[in-house]
């Protein structure tokens, strides 16, 4: 994890995980200049670090943003989300899902929504009523975790987990709220403390254009990315390129009333004590769009 030391540059939390790369590898690699901190962590992490004011802004848990809405601003047209299939949250199993009845599945700590998402679908949407443990079963690459009946997923360890011999089911949570739901699922959120936005509006602005140019430009060049990095190293660029092909990465209308509709299902359920509005961070104060790599934004 980089530095968390306040540099007075803007603090930038960035997801350890390749479905983030179309945004930060052209930060990383000097496509897209900028002049952020760049820190990097688990999700958890990362809502643990925004929260404590030890970021200025980046991708969160959807459920964090929800949590603790009065303390964010949600940058528009930005998020980690797919509109079926994800294929890196996965819930895997060595049974069929009747057999899961009164089973324990393990859940990852990295991931808050993830683990939201999985229990609103055995409340709501299957007659299965297993038990849950979080636990850190992380460390084992493609190894199944010993003594596991049925394990949540997410990121890098779903997409190398799911090759288990282990595996007799793979439910992809993303797939399965589409076919529930007919709405896209946000799994991530790109949140800013309000407090930041009143410090520092011209660098908040700017920011939000940086992070525009560089998805557009890593969109446009994810045979190179996937090429480029190590962190693809354990299946093919082609393989690479076709899961980055599956996570999008805007925040539209219908991703939109996806987020909302989950977020009323988890007030309904009891998981959230209050409706969550989506605040979106203002316009710009002086109305002008801003300049990026020679593009506006």
Known sequence: ???????????????????????FHPL?????????????????VLNALLASDQLDLGVVSSIEYARHFENYLLLPDLSISC???????????????????????LLTPKSHTSIALLKLLFARRFTVTPRYRITD????????????????????D???????????????????WHDWTGHSFV???????????????GLVHQAHAT???????????????????????????????QYLQTIEYDLDGDKQKGLRLFFDML?????LRRRVPLNFLPVAGDGKQKTVNGKEF
């Open 211 to 241: 992070l525009l140019a560089a998805r557009e430009y890593g969109l446009g060049h994810l045979k190179e990315i996937a090429t480029a990095v190590d962190q693809c190293s354990w299946f093919s660029r082609q393989e690479c390129v």
């Open 83 to 105: 509109k079926k299939e994800v294929c890196s949250v996965l819930l895997l199993s060595r049974v069929p899902l009747q057999k899961l009845e009164g089973q324990e599945i």
């Open 137 to 156: 079963y992380h460390g084992c690459g493609s190894r199944w975790p010993a003594g596991a009946q049925a394990i949540l997923a997410i990121g890098d």
């Open 267 to 271: 007030y309904e359920t009891g998981e």
């Open 1 to 23: 994890m980089a530095d968390l030391k306040n540099t007075g540059r803007m603090r930038v939390g960035k997801v350890s995980f390749i479905n983030t790369l179309p945004i």
């Open 187 to 201: 799994f991530a959120v790109w949140a800013l403390r309000r407090e930041t936005l009143a410090q520092r509006d």
């Open 158 to 176: 779903a997409l190398q987990l799911r090759q288990n011999p282990e595996v007799t089911m793979a439910l992809d949570l993303g797939a399965v």
């Open 28 to 44: 990383e690699s000097g496509a897209v200049q900028h002049d952020f901190d760049i820190i990097d962590g688990t999700p958890a």
